[in-house]
């Protein structure tokens, strides 16, 4: 993993806009958001970064994706509220 840059904000920001949309009604596993930008990033030999740089960065450019948990069958959940990716991503 890399600190993050400039290179890498730019390249979260293009993968959110890309990749993701806003959705009311939708939640999104974090984890599931995340192995889609590892996915994206390693086809275009984007360096990785942490998974909580990544939050960090989808809070700052996906306004409307509000982060959330929840238990379900005594696990915890940890999703992103009226965010959805987009079909294929």
Known sequence: MTNLTFDHISALASFLAEC???DPAAELKKQELYDSWTKWSRERRIPQVS???FMRQVAVNAPTAKSDSYEKDGSKCF???GLKLKRGA
């Open 20 to 22: 993701t949309e806003p």
């Open 51 to 53: 998974m909580m740089d």
């Open 79 to 81: 999703v992103y509220r």
